[in-house]
């Protein structure tokens, strides 16, 4: 998951020129065709753009692209649907951040698309980009894994209103499929920021301060890619086009409304989070502190034993003390009662 992306290679090349900015992949493209409407579902793979065609109202077609690291195909996909070369090269550029671009005849949304999968730490990311024309969608990923099987069982069950309705409502369910995945991913996070922090009150080691400083830095990955969304779906909602009806702005405004909410979980996540560094930092400080005190008191403690010590390791010869009969027992019992007097005075003062 990097934060800062290399895009050096774009230099000086002419706008519209197509440059793949993302993961590297070897895998062929797949393009997949759902044709529908209130009646029926037709569902195929199809080998190239050239053999696309969009049927005519009311029926919508949806295709959808799996890999973008093929240029030529998606070269192809502006030729067929004269789509604008901008477009073209900021569907191969995987670090766009979530927007909405008008075009004539179509509109260009871009998301990201968030899903833990199986991992236990962390996150995917993918970009999404989607092509929503009057009575059709090209959605542009950039590999096979997404989250749009529920979307896909509705289309070939024909459960709820979906294939009662336009290419904007399918763009609605596509986008709601997104943003309701980013509760899951926000919940697993939130799981391991509370197992963080019963780990900093009861054992905090290095490599909890590494967890931290992970989670720190997804949570930074999924808010660039949370924030801009909002931006992004309130213009849908509020657009005059007439690509968007009515009837779905209702439900482009539930979606907005999703994405405040994971807005304010990703803060109240980052806020706990740096809670958690500094209650991290504190209990190491104290730690420490309570082996100084400790390593303090045994020497304050055997100072003075020191010092008598030091005193009758002299070599003098007139020392009356050396030839005492009691010299030796007296000045043991004279060290012990230091010690215990010192230890005595410290439990007074509360420093044990």
């Given at each position: 998951?990097?934060?800062?992306?290399?895009?050096?290679?774009?230099?000086?090349?002419?706008?519209?020129?197509?440059?793949?900015?993302?993961?590297?992949?070897?895998?062929?493209?797949?393009?997949?065709?759902?044709?529908?409407?209130?009646?029926?579902?037709?569902?195929?793979?199809?080998?190239?753009?050239?053999?696309?065609?969009?049927?005519?109202?009311?029926?919508?077609?949806?295709?959808?692209?799996?890999?973008?690291?093929?240029?030529?195909?998606?070269?192809?996909?502006?030729?067929?649907?004269?789509?604008?070369?901008?477009?073209?090269?900021?569907?191969?550029?995987?670090?766009?951040?979530?927007?909405?671009?008008?075009?004539?005849?179509?509109?260009?949304?871009?998301?990201?698309?968030?899903?833990?999968?199986?991992?236990?730490?962390?996150?995917?990311?993918?970009?999404?980009?989607?092509?929503?024309?009057?009575?059709?969608?090209?959605?542009?990923?950039?590999?096979?894994?997404?989250?749009?099987?529920?979307?896909?069982?509705?289309?070939?069950?024909?459960?709820?209103?979906?294939?009662?309705?336009?290419?904007?409502?399918?763009?609605?369910?596509?986008?709601?499929?997104?943003?309701?995945?980013?509760f899951g991913v926000l919940e697993a996070m939130?799981?391991?920021?509370?197992?963080?922090?019963?780990?900093?009150?009861?054992?905090?080691?290095?490599?909890?301060?590494?967890?931290?400083?992970?989670?720190?830095?997804?949570?930074?990955?999924?808010?660039?890619?949370?924030?801009?969304?909002?931006?992004?779906?309130?213009?849908?909602?509020?657009?005059?086009?007439?690509?968007?009806?009515?009837?779905?702005?209702?439900?482009?405004?539930?979606?907005?409304?999703?994405?405040?909410?994971?807005?304010?979980?990703?803060?109240?996540?980052?806020?706990?989070?740096?809670?958690?560094?500094?209650?991290?930092?504190?209990?190491?400080?104290?730690?420490?502190?309570?082996?100084?005190?400790?390593?303090?008191?045994?020497?304050?403690?055997?100072?003075?034993?020191?010092?008598?010590?030091?005193?009758?390791?002299?070599?003098?010869?007139?020392?009356?003390?050396?030839?005492?009969?009691?010299?030796?027992?007296?000045?043991?019992?004279?060290?012990?009662?230091?010690?215990?007097?010192?230890?005595?005075?410290?439990?007074?003062?509360?420093?044990?």
């Amino acid at each position: 998951m990097k934060s800062i992306s290399r895009r050096s290679k774009k230099s000086g090349l002419p706008p519209g020129t197509l440059v793949h900015i993302g993961e590297k992949r070897t895998g062929a493209t797949t393009i997949t065709l759902f044709e529908y409407d209130a009646s029926h579902c037709r569902e195929s793979k199809v080998p190239s753009p050239e053999n696309l065609t969009v049927a005519a109202e009311p029926t919508v077609t949806w295709i959808d692209v799996s890999g973008i690291h093929q240029l030529d195909v998606i070269e192809a996909f502006g030729k067929r649907f004269n789509l604008h070369p901008l477009l073209l090269e900021d569907i191969v550029n995987t670090e766009q951040r979530p927007k909405v671009d008008e075009y004539d005849s179509y509109w260009y949304v871009v998301v990201k698309m968030l899903y833990a999968g199986d991992r236990p730490k962390g996150f995917l990311v993918e970009q999404v980009s989607f092509i929503l024309g009057s009575n059709f969608i090209l959605s542009f990923q950039e590999n096979g894994r997404d989250v749009f099987e529920p979307v896909r069982e509705r289309l070939r069950s024909g459960k709820g209103r979906i294939r009662q309705s336009g290419s904007d409502y399918l763009l609605y369910a596509l986008i709601d499929a997104v943003v309701d995945e980013y509760f899951g991913v926000l919940e697993a996070m939130g799981e391991r920021l509370e197992s963080l922090q019963n780990a900093v009150v009861a054992n905090p080691q290095p490599a909890t301060l590494n967890d931290i400083h992970l989670l720190r830095r997804e949570l930074l990955v999924l808010r660039r890619a949370v924030w801009p969304l909002r931006e992004a779906v309130g213009k849908v909602e509020r657009s005059e086009s007439p690509l968007i009806r009515a009837s779905t702005k209702v439900f482009f405004r539930d979606v907005y409304d999703h994405v405040i909410q994971t807005i304010d979980t990703i803060e109240t996540l980052r806020e706990t989070v740096t809670g958690v560094l500094d209650i991290y930092l504190s209990s190491t400080t104290y730690r420490l502190n309570e082996v100084i005190k400790v390593l303090t008191i045994i020497t304050t403690i055997f100072m003075p034993l020191t010092f008598i010590a030091g005193i009758y390791g002299m070599n003098f010869e007139f020392m009356p003390e050396l030839h005492s009969k009691w010299g030796y027992p007296l000045v043991l019992l004279g060290m012990a009662a230091i010690t215990i007097g010192m230890l005595v005075f410290f439990k007074r003062k509360k420093w044990l």
